[in-house]
DNA sequence: ATACGTAATATAACACAGGGAATAACGAAA
DNA sequence: TTTCGTTATTCCCTGTGTTATATTACGTAT
């Protein structure tokens, strides 16, 4: 099993950052980690696979899938239980989609907060680690 | 004592949102919440009653400052204990500074999010309710 | 019919961030 | 020297969100 997208490894240098989602009706339509999930659906063809994948529960990740299948017009994930292996999960072209146009959107988004970071200067922050007093 | 700033109600409205602040050498330095706190005691001229006004409890509000004081090159938030009404705290110049430069941040950050959502669509979300199946 | 591995769902156990209470320190003013 | 309300600090405890575990449903292939 591929370790590509465990757990973040909390990246700790000083800076301008952000994080940008699409909300739906419930709340959180698609964000990073729902898209790095439904990469890994689509690699493994299982939630339960791609959970592990991650570290995350299967229960978090089956809930992240139901989320954005029901907030979506049309499934994002289209899964199927017994057959042959049990089953598994696949993408729809709607999630195929979906995944495009969030790293479009993170791909804006990383330009506009190097530009900002550059042009705003961001300038009061102490560089060395911290003191005591 | 003023309620401007209680707990926020969670609208949700499909479409972009997202979230910026500025990382320090321990974590976060500056952000949204934060500037609120570091508004609310230039108002009040105390911790305890800018946590009060945000529904934050003391402690919490006080490790907000404590974090960005120490981050900080210079504190952002002078207090003195004792005194005349017990002590207080207030904005240094850093700390105007501070507000200053993250409202800008969040503008520009705000027509970001716009012209985006106006540009790539956000197409693919279901309008109304949720239906049970 | 049986086996198999996953989806789907329910229940129990756990971790921990945060709240609240309690206490000490503080120093100007009366 | 007493009062007063705040800052500063510690400790306990609980709510809640998460993980872990268990159970059921499912359907194709053998």
New interface residues.
Partial sequence: MKKSHQKKKEI????????????????T?LGYGRIILLEQIREYGSITKAGKSMEMSYRHAWELVDSMN????APLVAAVTGGKGGGGARLTE?GE??ID?FW??HA??QT??AK?EKT?G?P???????SKN
């Fill in positions: 700790l240098s000083p800076g301008l950052r952000g994080r940008i989602w699409i909300d739906g009706a419930e709340g339509f029901r907030q979506a017009p709607d989609k979906a146009l479009k959107l804006d988004f506009f907060l900002e705003l961001i009061k922050i102490k560089t060395g680690k911290r």
